[in-house]
């Protein structure tokens, strides 16, 4: 699963890099809980949590069914 998830965030990370920021997976739990972090510009961001679930969430979701949610860490 955690080579699926990170083909889905390739998918993701060019968006993310041409505003300054990035996305580093960190952990996937056997129950499906994605952690990621977000790097760069997004660190800091008030939109963050937007781009966390419109995006990030989203894609890796539609990618990987068996993801049941996806947090910032």
């Given at each position: 699963?955690?080579?699926k998830i990170?083909?889905?965030l390739k998918k993701i990370r060019p968006?993310?890099?041409a505003d300054g920021g990035?996305?580093?997976l960190v952990d996937v739990s056997a129950d499906g809980i994605v952690k990621v972090r977000l790097?760069?510009?997004c660190s800091g961001c008030p939109m963050s949590q937007m781009t966390l679930t419109a995006g990030v969430e989203k894609?890796?979701?539609q990618e990987v069914p068996e993801v049941k949610k996806v947090i910032a860490v």
């Open positions: 699963m955690r080579e990170e083909a889905a968006s993310l890099q990035d996305v580093e790097k760069g510009a894609v890796i979701r």
